[in-house]
């Protein structure tokens, strides 16, 4: 196919069918689960059958190949040729992968490569064994006769050899199909006409006809025994010259409409309640038609039939209450409210200095206006979890089936929205996440049953909104977690020494999954064991100002909470003065501030610290890691502590002076300070000055002795 020429075609269909595939997803999984569902697998055959449809307009015939047999597996179990089994699913799992594979190479205008014949032949064979032939959907009923083409300007009074013989086979057997045919009982057989021509029906073959349609004696054919005068001009329409066997083109016109035109037919013979029609009389017995019975032209039936148009004119502008945008440019949108977020700051500063009460006033409603529009653009570019979660039905499945375990997979909250580039950004970590549970939590169901369990393990995948933040969990009720344990793996591993591990609480033991290099597996295996994938997790998860808590019971099973904020592109911030530089912490970190004095502190282990409701925590000066000259010279006897919170532990920073909260947009560092230990990027307050974004797991990481 041409990329460059259906390239409209093709963006609609990377749509659809993006959506429908990505919806297979959890389907497939969940079939195995209902297997006799059928609206499950009706659902699930449509959508094959919709992607395929998409990709043979567009003539990519390796993705119709496949889309085809799958297609027709699923049209096997739906006519009950083969049921649901895990071993059916294993095939069918797999075409998806292959579907899946060859969308993506579409989606990157590259050719899509063929599945691999190995396994459209598996496809085939789940099938091919069965006494009944290939399925194949069910024969439509024989459609009815082929209407009129409507023809321009006078052409619409005649009619085609083609259509008076499909007439004339309904009226008498050959062929006979719905529509009028059922309407209308066969007529008894007429003499031929003369010359034997197929092409032509008799007189009384023609009364017939008329009669059964309109009634009885509304149409009188001219009768050869004797000639009759003319009716006069007000009692019926000239006949044209030529011959008294034709009808009038009113007549013609009228019946057409009623056979093919506007439906009228059905719905006469519809309101006889399925009553045949009276037979038809002699010639002789007809009377003339009148002109008040004469049918009515195709004009009359068009006034009930002009509000239609209108409403469907309505529902066609109902999808375009929906208009498709480019992310770059939501992004670009998104950029300049956070541009506009940095003015209003400035203006609300200089509102309150200026001591003048209107201008106060108009800052105000711009602070209010620019609140309300930069929480419209940031709605914008939320997406729903659900997106992620997706997902993990096929993960968590084709690890049970690895390691030989039952486990159900709960998910709750898949409606959340948050920024769409935390949904991407999530995925990787979760996926870790998720796969720990089910490999390290749940346990084989030898061991469950034994232990007064279900066989089946439940993994509870969680999403809620909590202020700015969105809260995730991963909840397991597998085996749960020894703090005991993790304190010796850590010791064996050299990751703490033995006073430190003695001296730890069973949260923080827990946190020790996290460390570079920890895992509690002595071998390693495919799934886990290298001790990377937890530690890439913290990372990842704190590079999006997120922490990540663990609480776990022996026996019981594990929650793993993840809290990261609504969106990466506008921050709130704690603003601190160090000498005479602004610095911004992240709100998120902050745990609360208070007044030291500075002559109470005690030192352990040649560190610094304070005591607050009896827990020593460390305290380090800022200004003697990001000023130059250590900030203020002289010792102060009070000054304002900073308590922080990174993961389990918590730490004090000692600043010079608090500014307050502040929202600040993140730009990020040029090319010399990129890179500097400690900055996440850097901000305009509202006073107008540059202020350094700090970054407080990487600034302990690199300044702290021992963090």
């Known amino acids: 196919m041409s990329f460059e020429a259906d390239e409209e075609i093709l963006q609609d269909f990377l749509i659809e069918a993006g959506e429908l595939l990505e919806t297979l997803n959890g389907q497939l999984v ?48 739906r006519n009950g040729q083969i049921s649901v089994t895990p071993e059916v699913m294993d095939v069918v799992l797999q075409a998806y992968d292959a579907v899946i594979s060859m969308f993506d190479q579409v989606r990157d205008r590259q050719q899509p490569k063929p599945a691999d014949p190995g396994l459209l032949a598996r496809l085939n064979g789940l099938i091919s064994g069965e006494a009944a032939p290939e399925p194949s959907v069910a024969a439509p009923p024989p459609p009815p006769a082929p209407e009129p083409p409507a023809a321009a300007g006078g052409a619409d009074d005649e009619i085609t050899d083609e259509e008076f013989e499909a007439l004339l086979d309904q009226l008498h057997g050959s062929g006979k199909g719905p529509g009028v045919a059922d309407a209308i009982p066969e007529s008894p057989p007429a003499p031929a006409a003369a010359g034997g021509a ?98 009515e032209p195709p004009a009359a039936p068009e006034k009930p039939a002009e509000k239609p148009p209108e409403k469907a004119a309505v529902k066609a502008l109902e999808p375009e209450a929906t208009v498709r945008v480019d992310t770059r440019r939501l992004d670009s949108i998104m950029n300049m409210v956070g541009e506009l977020v940095l003015v209003r700051n400035r203006l609300v500063r200089l509102g309150y200095d200026s001591g003048n009460e ?12 620019t609140a309300d529009l930069q929480m419209s653009v940031m709605k914008t570019r939320m997406q729903p979890i659900k997106k992620v979660f997706g997902r993990f039905p096929r993960v968590v499945r084709d690890l049970a089936r690895t390691l030989n375990k039952e486990i159900n997979l709960e998910m709750v909250g898949e409606e959340t929205d948050l920024d769409k580039n935390l949904v991407e950004a999530l995925a990787d970590p979760l996926v870790h996440l998720v796969r720990n549970s089910v490999d390290h939590g749940i346990e084989m169901p030898a061991v469950r049953q034994a232990a007064g369990k279900p066989r089946a393990g439940r993994v509870v995948l969680a999403a809620q909104q909590e202020g700015d933040h969105i809260l995730l969990s991963i909840t397991d009720d597998g085996g749960g977690m020894d703090p005991d344990l993790l304190r010796e793996k850590a010791v064996a591993k050299g990751v703490i020494d033995r006073d430190v591990a003695s001296r730890m609480t069973p949260r923080e033991c827990f946190n020790l999954i996290f460390a570079p290099g920890f895992s509690t597996r002595d071998q390693i295996s495919d799934v886990s064991g290298r001790g990377v994938g937890m530690d890439v997790v913290k990372t990842k998860i704190t590079q999006l100002n997120g922490t990540l808590e663990i609480d776990s019971e022996k026996g019981k099973g594990t929650v793993i909470s993840i809290k990261v904020p609504l969106t990466l592109a506008i921050m709130p911030t704690l603003m601190v003065i160090l000498g005479k530089q602004t610095f911004a912490l992240p709100l998120v970190n902050v745990n609360e501030i208070f007044n030291l004095d500075l002559t109470r502190t005690n030192v352990v282990d040649g560190q610094e610290v304070i005591v607050i409701r009896n827990k020593p925590i460390p305290l380090f000066y800022l200004s003697r890691w990001l000023v130059r000259g250590g900030g203020l010279t002289e010792p102060q006897p009070e000054t304002n502590v900073v308590i922080v919170a990174v993961g389990e532990k918590k730490v004090g920073f000692v600043v010079d002076h608090l500014i307050g909260q502040e929202e600040v947009v993140i730009k990020p560092l040029g090319a010399l300070l990129h890179g500097t230990p400690g900055m996440a990027g850097a901000t305009i307050t509202g006073d107008g000055r540059i202020a350094l974004i700090l970054d407080v797991p990487a600034m302990l990481k690199h300044y702290a002795r021992r963090f």
């Not at 209107?358 to 209010?368: E, F, G, H, P, Q």
């Open 198 to 295: 197929d092409d032509e029906i008799t007189d009384d073959e023609f009364e017939a006809l008329l009669d059964q349609l309109h009634g009885k004696g509304q149409f009188k054919a001219p009768q050869a025994e004797a000639p009759q005068p003319a009716p006069p001009a007000a009692a019926q329409p000239a006949a044209p010259a030529g011959g008294g066997d034709e009808i009038t083109d009113d007549e013609f016109e009228a019946l057409l409409d009623q056979l093919h035109g506007k439906g009228q037919f059905k719905g006469t013979a519809a309101a006889g309640g399925g009553q045949a029609p009276p037979p038809p009389a002699s010639p002789a017995a007809r009377s003339a038609p009148g002109p008040e019975r004469r049918p």
């Open 30 to 77: 969940e079939l195995e689960q209902r297997g006799d569902d059928r609206d499950l697998l009706n659902a699930i055959f449509r959508a094959f059958h919709t992607v395929k449809g998409g990709a043979g307009f567009l003539q990519i015939e390796p993705l119709v190949e496949c889309c085809h047999i799958a297609e027709n597996v699923f049209d096997a179990l």
């Open 358 to 369: 209107d201008i106060a006033k108009a800052v105000a409603n711009l602070d209010v206006v």
